[in-house]
């Protein structure tokens, strides 16, 4: 069995134990205290989120005809034109709405 090392390590205000060990794969969940797993999960769902706030177009430029398709489509939008009812884009579509 491996040697293992136990230590504390304060993370985010909270002190939880860290063992360490001489092999090369992670601790297992059985092995971790509950307020070991609440923080792993915890940095798992703030990884998450962080990852889906990004905006992988940030700093990118738009091309001019596509800025002027998007400003002709807001300014017809906004003097009230309707576009496609869903229904019919999705029955063009073939797919069942």
Do not use: C, F
């Amino acid at each position: 069995m491996p040697s293992r090392s136990p230590q504390h390590v304060t993370i985010g205000g909270k002190t939880v134990r860290v063992v360490l060990t001489n092999h090369h794969y992670p601790m297992q969940v059985k092995d971790m205290t509950i307020e070991e797993l609440k923080l792993l999960i915890q940095e798992t769902v703030a990884e998450t989120i962080q990852s889906l706030l990004v905006d992988p177009d940030e700093g990118k430029q738009i091309k001019p005809e596509v800025k002027q398709q998007l400003l002709d489509s807001l300014q017809r939008t906004q003097s009230g034109e309707r576009g496609i009812p869903a229904e019919e884009v999705a029955k063009n579509l073939g797919l069942s709405w």
